[in-house]
């Protein structure tokens, strides 16, 4: 017995030793703990700048893309309307000399008549109009605006005269009397026509892209795609398909 509470305080002071070296321990495990989470969080921040960094780079080429897209587009826009008002300057002028060139054959005809009545020639005294003449009538009537008159002169002269050199003028210009009208789907037909019928003429792809932007307008893509690229396959050294391509461009 008094061995045993010889033994006792030394069993204390190594209780009290291992709880004090337990408790230091416990304490450099938590300052290193702390120390190990500062450099996380540290390592964290850095990973979190740099790949907001990278975000905002990102963000910021995106901006600057988008800004080149828009401009672009702009740019094609407005060099695609400056090409359509071009073409459209030189088609008023080119339209304008033809109808010039179109009265003097009118005249001429009607003058060659005139002296074959005078000569004794009967078939000429039946007054008959000839296929210049029928033209020059469909062409006053379509810019008065008597659609109806001016499309009845254009089918005479199909009519009467089918091999005309003014035969495919005729059919395009049916069309544009329907289109006066408000008649798509009749102007369409019209329109198709001349690039079946007279696919030589220089109407043929005035007519194929009247019926693509008809057809861009209805709101119907997939048509208008098919009637430019068809344009542009058959007619591609006309000013119509230059004006196709800038339109697949801007689109």
């Known amino acids: 017995m008094r061995s045993i509470l010889a033994l006792a305080p030394l069993v204390l002071t190594t209780a009290c030793l291992a709880s004090k070296s337990d408790f230091q321990s416990l304490q450099t495990d938590v300052r290193t703990m702390r120390v190990e989470q500062a450099q996380a969080d540290s390592l964290n921040r850095v990973l979190i700048d740099r790949v907001s960094q990278q975000l905002r780079a990102a963000t910021d080429s995106l901006t600057a893309l988008g800004d080149r897209v828009a401009r672009q587009r702009s740019e094609n826009q407005a060099s695609f309307s ?68 001016a499309r009845e002169a254009f089918q005479d002269l199909l009519v009467k005269f089918p091999t005309s050199s003014l035969a495919a003028d005729a059919e395009f210009y049916i069309g544009e009397s329907y289109a006066a009208e408000g008649n798509g789907a009749a102007a369409d037909s019209a329109y198709a026509r001349v690039a079946a019928k007279y696919p030589r003429a220089p109407r043929a792809a005035t007519a194929l892209y009247k019926r693509a932007v008809a057809a861009q307008t209805e709101g119907r893509a997939r048509a208008a795609d098919q009637l430019f690229q068809e344009l542009i396959r058959r007619y591609p050294a006309s000013d119509e398909a230059a004006l196709a391509r800038e339109r697949a461009r801007a689109r």
């Open 82 to 149: 400056g090409m359509q008002q071009q073409l459209l300057a030189i088609q008023a002028l080119t339209g304008q000399s033809e109808q010039r060139l179109q009265e003097v054959r009118a005249s001429l005809e009607e003058r060659s008549q005139q002296i074959a009545v005078a000569r004794g020639d009967t078939s000429a005294a039946s007054g008959a109009a000839g296929p210049n003449q029928i033209f020059q009538i469909g062409r006053d009537q379509l810019l008065k605006g008597s659609n109806t008159s």
